[in-house]
C-alpha cells in the first residue's frame, strides 16, 4: 500500500509528487499517467511562457503563484541546466479605447509587487521597431522555459528520492474506504491512504468518481498556432501581447519566442469537440455531449457568442488569423506565417455560466482534487505542489506516521 498517490503526469502533479518527497522522505509515493509518457497534454502543448502574473486578481492563488512560482521556476531551471529565456514581455495597446485598459493592467501589475514601467510609442518603438503601439507596458520578469524539461527533472527527482512514476496506467474507479483508497486501473489496483487528483483534463470525471460532485464542469478548449517562416523571426525580440479584452476570458493572439528560436503566433480558443481534440477533426461522443447537454456551458456561451464567432472564424480562416496578428505587426504577410501545434486548456465552468478565475483544490474523503490549473500552473507549479501538500488533512499525515512508514521533515 501506497502513503500517496497521485493520478496525472503533468508539471502538476509531478510537482506535487516532488514536494511529497521532501516533506516526507520516507513515504510510499507513486505517481500514475495513463499516457505512454510524461507532460502529454496541456504541460506538453502550452506556450512555454513563464508568467509574472501581471493579469489575476490581487491575492488570489494565480497572482500570488505565478510570481512566487516565477522566481521559483527560473532557479529550478538553473540548478537543473534546463533551458529558459527571461526575454521580457511587452503588452501593446494598439487603439485609443485601449489606453484606459492597458492603464488599469498597469496598476494590478504594481498591486501583484512586479517590477514593471509603462513605455509610450517612441520607448516601445527602440525595442520593438516592427511592433505598431501607442504605448505598451513592459514586464521583465516573463520568459520562456522548457516545461517539459522540468516536469522530467520532477520525475527524476521522485524516483531518486524512492518514489515511483508508472506510465501507461488509467483509472477507472475509485473507492475510498475509512482509512485508505482502492484505485482499479487497466494494469491492476492500487492502494493507497491518501490520494491527489491532477488529471488535468480529466480531473472533474476522477472526482466525481469518488462521489464528489463538484459544481463545475470541465470544458475544453482548443488554442491553434502558427508559426512564423525563419525569415521572418527577427521581426519579434520579445513576448508580445495585445491588451486583453475584459468581456473575453481569453488574453487574445500574441507572439512568442520559443526556447529553440521558433516564434509562434497565437493561441485563439475554440470550444474542442474531444477533451483532448487537437485537431479541428477530432471529436468524441461523450465529450462534446457532456458539454452540449451542461447548461453552464451555454450560460457562459451566450454572452460571449461574438467573440467566440470570431475565435472559429480565425480557426478556419488564415486572414482572419493573420489580421488579428497585424494589429501587433502590420508589415506581416501571409506567406509569412504556417501552421504549427494546438494545444487543448481544461477550462472549468461553474453551473452559473462563470469561469472559475482561480485555482480551485477541493478536499475528499482520503483524497485532494486539482480541479482548475489552467495557465500560469505551469509558471506557478512548485508553489501550486507544496500548496497541495501543505493541505493533506493532519489526520493523514498522523495516520500514515503513526503505521512508522515515515516521518514528517520540518
Excluded at 514581455?89 to 514593471?116: C, D, F
Excluded at 524516483?159 to 485508505?180: M, P, R, T, W, Y
Excluded at 494494469?187 to 472526482?207: M, V, W, Y
Excluded at 485537431?279 to 454572452?303: L, R, S, V
Aim: hydrophobic residues 40%; glycine residues 10%.
Amino acid at each position: 500500500m501506497y502513503d500517496f498517490l497521485i493520478i496525472g503526469g503533468g508539471i502538476v502533479g509531478l510537482s506535487t509528487g516532488m514536494a511529497l518527497t521532501k516533506k516526507f522522505p520516507h513515504a510510499k509515493i507513486a505517481v500514475i499517467e495513463k499516457e505512454d509518457e510524461l507532460a502529454h497534454h496541456q504541460t506538453g502543448h502550452n506556450s512555454g511562457v513563464i508568467h509574472s502574473g501581471i493579469y489575476y486578481k490581487p491575492g488570489s492563488y494565480k497572482a500570488k503563484f505565478a510570481k512566487e512560482g516565477n522566481a521559483a521556476m527560473v532557479e529550478f531551471c538553473k540548478e537543473n541546466g534546463i533551458a529558459y529565456d527571461m526575454c521580457g514581455k511587452v503588452i501593446v495597446a494598439t487603439e485609443k479605447e485601449e489606453i484606459p485598459l492597458l492603464h488599469n493592467l498597469y496598476e494590478r501589475g504594481l498591486q501583484n509587487g512586479l517590477r514593471i514601467s509603462k513605455i509610450d510609442k517612441g520607448e516601445l518603438a527602440e525595442i520593438e521597431p516592427h511592433v505598431k503601439g501607442l504605448g505598451a507596458i513592459r514586464v521583465p520578469s516573463c520568459g520562456i522555459a522548457d516545461y517539459k524539461g522540468v516536469s522530467h527533472a520532477f520525475a527524476r527527482f521522485i524516483e531518486e528520492s524512492g518514489g515511483e512514476v508508472h506510465l501507461g496506467i488509467k483509472a477507472e474507479q475509485i473507492f475510498e474506504h475509512k482509512d485508505f483508497v482502492t484505485i482499479e486501473t487497466n494494469k491492476g489496483a492500487f492502494e493507497t491512504k491518501f490520494f491527489i487528483n491532477c488529471a488535468g483534463l480529466h480531473s472533474d470525471r476522477i472526482a466525481k468518481k469518488t462521489g464528489i460532485l463538484t459544481d463545475m464542469k470541465i470544458v475544453p478548449f482548443r488554442g491553434e498556432y502558427y508559426e512564423l517562416v525563419p525569415e521572418k523571426r527577427h521581426l519579434v525580440k520579445h513576448l508580445i501581447y495585445p491588451v486583453p479584452n475584459p468581456d473575453f476570458p481569453f488574453l487574445g493572439v500574441h507572439f512568442t519566442r520559443m526556447i529553440n528560436g521558433d516564434v509562434h503566433a497565437g493561441p485563439n480558443a475554440v470550444l474542442s469537440f474531444k477533451r483532448e481534440g487537437y485537431t479541428k477533426k477530432d471529436f468524441n461522443i461523450k465529450d462534446f455531449m457532456e458539454t452540449m447537454t451542461y447548461a453552464g456551458f451555454w450560460k457562459m456561451a451566450m454572452p460571449n457568442m461574438k467573440e467566440g464567432m470570431k475565435e472559429m472564424i480565425r480557426s478556419f480562416s488564415k486572414q482572419s488569423f493573420l489580421k488579428s496578428l497585424q494589429r501587433l505587426i502590420p508589415e506581416l504577410t501571409e506567406k509569412d506565417i504556417v501552421p504549427t501545434h494546438a494545444g487543448v486548456r481544461a477550462q472549468a465552468i461553474l453551473s452559473n455560466g462563470n469561469m472559475v478565475d482561480d485555482f480551485c483544490i477541493i478536499p475528499g474523503i482520503n483524497s485532494m482534487h486539482i480541479c482548475n490549473a489552467p495557465s500560469p500552473a505551469a509558471t506557478a507549479s512548485l508553489k501550486i505542489g507544496e500548496e497541495i501538500v501543505g493541505k493533506v488533512p493532519d489526520v493523514v499525515v498522523d495516520r500514515v506516521s503513526t503505521d512508522g512508514m515515515f516521518r514528517v521533515k520540518a
